[in-house]
Each structure stands twice: as C-alpha cells, then as structure tokens.
C-alpha cells in the first residue's frame, strides 16, 4: 500500500522562474493538501483539493496555485519565484468523509531552493 | 483556531519517560488535540489524538485534563531515533475547517 509520494525529492530553480511540484495520495485518498515549511519552522498550509476543486486556501498570493486530477493527484504549481519561496513543500492526503477522524498522512517533500 | 504554546526544546537521555506539555488556553468545544513527530528532511508523523482524558497507543499516551487547557504527550523509555520536532496540534474537527495549523513545535534531542 503506497503511501504519498512526491516528485522531484530536490529542485533548484533561479528567481522569477515557475516551478510545478506533484504529489500522489496516498492508496484510497481523495484528498490533498499542500504545506510549505521553512527551515526551523513548523508547516504552513497553502491549500486543499478535493474533487478537482480547491476547497480551502492559506495565506498564500495568487502566485501558488494548485491543480487535482482525476485520479486524485495533484501538482503545486509557484509563479514568478522568489528567494523566500525556498522551502521544503509537503503534501498531505486524506480521505474526505473521515478528514475530522483520520490523520494527515504526509510525503517526505520537495526540497526546493531558488537562487 | 486556538493558539497552542510548547517548548521550543528539550534535552532527555535514552531510557528516560518525556513529556512535552502543550498549552491552549482557548480550546473550543469540539476541538481535538493531535501531536505529529518530524524527522529532518521527512514529513510529519501522526502519533496520537484525544479529546480528554488519557489516550494510550504503541507509541504514546496523552494525558489531558479536565479543563482541556493543556495536554500532555508522554514518550515512554525513549531511544535515541525518538529525536524530532514534535508539533501539538488543536483542531476544531466538527467545524468544517481543514485549515490544521502547525505552531513551531518542540524539539526533542535524546542523549545517549
């Protein structure tokens, strides 16, 4: 039973570039949600998707934006990069009808560094 | 959302009992209290849920008290690999609100 798994594991991209990120739920998830985590600090909730729709937004611009198909994975995607998007980007799965009983099962992340 | 306070660290050595207390003063009615555990470079980790009392798994127990403004997380005879970032987490599971907040968490180091 496959657990979330993310791609690519390493990313460095240079200021005002776009990045995509992609995330697989884990096995029976419908759900997916993406964090972003600066070094020594705790995750930060970007957003949420279920059924293709994003159903739930942090505090995060315009810039990041995300996308959930039909087989439930989903991609990050971040606009017009800057230094301070540097961060470790987590995805999150759930399974929608037990989200408030089960907990967040987390991938290992994408390390993304811009320069 | 209700704030959550812990330590920013902690020092323990192998074989010993930790606890990391967690405090929300303002826990609402239908908030539950979750604590993750995080290892460098790897995703959070779920160890345990409760909404009072005590909760006990393989892993943990969870004491919490009757006024539901603390919590505490108890690591029984810790090792070594028990080194990690551990986030106490309270969430209102009743309200429709998925937006789980992480605080910057308690970092655990285990000394031989």
């Known amino acids: 039973d496959a657990g979330v798994t993310q791609s690519p594991t390493h990313l460095i991209k240079t200021r005002g570039q776009q990045v995509t990120l992609r995330c697989s739920p884990k096995?029976?998830?419908?759900?997916v949600s993406w964090y972003q985590q600066a070094l020594g600090q705790g995750p930060q909730f970007i957003f949420q998707y279920y059924e293709e729709e994003e159903r739930q937004r942090g505090n995060f611009p315009d810039r990041f934006s995300g996308h959930q198909f039909p087989n439930y994975s989903s991609e990050l995607n971040v606009n017009a990069l800057l230094l301070g998007d540097s961060a470790l980007y987590l995805c999150?799965?759930?399974?929608?009808?037990?989200?408030?009983?089960?907990?967040?099962?987390f991938g290992n992340g994408t390390r993304l560094t811009v320069t | 959302l209700a704030k959550t306070t812990q330590p920013i660290s902690m020092d323990s050595y192998e074989g010993q009992e930790v606890n990391i207390t967690c405090s929300h003063n303002n826990i609402a009615t239908n908030d539950y209290i979750t604590w993750y555990q995080q290892f460098p470079s790897q995703g959070p980790r779920f160890i345990i849920q409760?909404?009072?009392t005590k909760v006990t798994n393989e892993v943990a127990s969870l004491f919490i008290p009757a006024d539901r403004k603390s919590s505490t997380l108890s690591l029984p005879r810790v090792s070594l690999s028990d080194t990690a970032v551990y986030y106490c987490?309270?969430?209102?599971?009743?309200?429709?609100?998925?937006?789980?907040?992480f605080g910057k968490g308690t970092r655990l180091h285990i000394l031989p």
């Open positions: 409760g909404y009072k």
């Open positions: 987490l309270v969430g209102d599971i009743e309200n429709r609100d998925d937006k789980i907040i």
């Open positions: 999150a799965s759930s399974l929608f009808r037990d989200r408030y009983n089960s907990p967040l099962h």
């Open positions: 096995s029976g998830h419908d759900t």
